[in-house]
């Protein structure tokens, strides 16, 4: 049985816990969950904001009717560990897939 690298197994594992620190500071700030769209610009750079928007990883909401349309922090602050995370996952699948015997004629 193959094993997981531990270069892989660290990469992972710092990911996770990246992700926990996002997760536990929005959950401590006292300030609300949401941005609108200028300050997740501000906070993330436009092109990128418009890239996440543009393939439904992040979306507008209304988070109190009557008010602003805006965005969550959790997944703006989460999507760059949450690609680290797929990246890793990808290399691990790699690692663990079966290579091709070579075959002498």
């Known amino acids: 049985m193959k094993t997981i690298s531990k270069k892989l197994q660290k990469r992972l594992s710092a990911a996770s816990a990246k992700l926990e620190i996002v997760v536990t500071a929005l959950e401590a700030s006292t300030e609300g969950p949401y941005l609108s769209r200028g300050e997740a610009y501000e906070l993330y750079g436009k092109e990128q904001v418009k890239t996440w928007l543009q393939q439904q990883l992040v979306k507008m909401e ?34 663990l897939e079966p290579k091709p015997k070579k075959v002498k004629l």
Request: some cysteine; overall charge negative; glycine content about 6%.
């Open 62 to 95: 209304h988070p109190g009717k009557p008010g602003p349309i805006r965005m969550h922090k959790l997944w703006l602050d989460s999507l760059p560990v949450l690609a680290e995370m797929e990246s890793c996952l990808q290399a691990i699948l790699a690692e």
